[in-house]
């Protein structure tokens, strides 16, 4: 069995030892990340966009992905946080004037120096992971994070658009860096939500008020005609009723009249009259009485001797 001068085993092949994990080549991962898509593992090519979480895409897969979920089969796992394309930013890339297509990406050439399709505007550095690079969510321009350091600025040097530190997102950035991203994204969604039930709400309430004054406002003009119709059967009323006698007549003469004419003589008769006519109308029998005559034949006693015993009498 050995050990008997035919051979000879070395420790190894004796004793077990514990497997070393293995580690994936970084070179090959930051070709894969960088060079290309997320989705598609094609090369990257105009339009690029990327996600929340800083990974990049080619806009035609993300579109493949939307309209199929089963047109790649790890779609779910990688960009299951996408459901439309308002989840993705269009990446306004500078192009790098040495790349060439013989010089593209390639795993197997990876050593002999790879020439990346896009630099940062600033440095000119090739966005090929070796440094680090971002992109502003306002307006999707992408820099190095060291060019965007030299140049201070809260406006895009590119393209003038505002930002904030909290706009400004790492691309493909470390598994630590990916969970605070993660995070974010949820705090950005919840208050999305809230907003969206917010604004429902007070669109319900604008429109019960608009019903409300719809309503009340058709209840209004009905208001003025059954009012209008009222009054004009008020005005019948009164149009067909008799007209009184009126007591006193104002009876007025020109002012070139005179006094002693003739007219103002006529004008007095005719006012008397009619207020003897009137009074007479207005009183009562027993007010009448008062007032007429009467035919009485009996001679009265004068005041002398009335109340008194008269022998003469």
């Not at 895009?156 to 706009?167: L, R, S």
């Not at 006519?277 to 008062?290: D, F, H, L, P, V």
Request: proline share 4%.
């Amino acid at each position: 069995m050995g050990n008997d001068g035919g051979s000879i085993p070395k420790r190894i092949e004796l004793v077990k030892e514990k497997k070393k994990e293995v580690r994936p080549d970084q070179n090959a991962m930051k070709i894969a990340t960088w060079f290309y898509c997320a989705l598609s593992k094609k090369l990257l090519q105009d339009p690029v966009v990327a996600c929340a979480l800083g990974k990049l895409y080619n806009k035609d897969a993300i579109i493949e992905y939307l309209l199929n979920k089963n047109a790649y089969g790890d779609g779910d796992k990688i960009c299951s946080h996408i459901s439309n394309l308002k989840d993705v930013k269009p990446l306004k890339l500078a192009a790098n004037p040495a790349f060439k297509e013989t010089t593209g990406a390639s795993i197997a050439h990876f050593d002999q120096g790879m020439v990346s399709r896009f630099v940062c505007p600033i440095t000119l550095k090739e966005m090929n992971g070796k440094l680090k690079f971002v992109y502003l969510n306002t307006c999707g321009c992408v820099f190095s994070e060291q060019g965007l350091k030299e140049v201070p600025s809260s406006t895009c040097i590119q393209c003038g658009k505002p930002f904030k530190q909290d706009d400004i997102i790492t691309l493909n950035p470390s598994p630590a860096e990916q969970e605070k991203l993660k995070i974010a994204l949820e705090e950005r969604k919840t208050k999305a939500k809230e907003k969206k039930k917010k604004n429902k709400t007070i669109t319900k309430q604008d429109s019960s008020e608009d019903m409300i004054a719809e309503s009340s406002s058709s209840t209004a003009p009905n208001k003025k005609r059954k009012r209008e119709n009222n009054n004009e059967e008020d005005s019948k009323q009164s149009s067909s009723k008799k007209p009184l006698v009126k007591s006193e007549v104002n009876v007025t003469t020109n002012s070139g009249i005179g006094g002693n004419s003739v007219a103002a003589v006529v004008n007095q008769k005719v006012q008397e009259h009619l207020v003897n006519t009137s009074a007479k109308t207005k009183q009562s029998k027993a007010i009448q009485s008062i007032y007429s005559k009467k035919k009485d034949d009996t001679v009265t006693e004068s005041y002398l001797v009335r109340g008194t015993f008269n022998r003469y009498a």
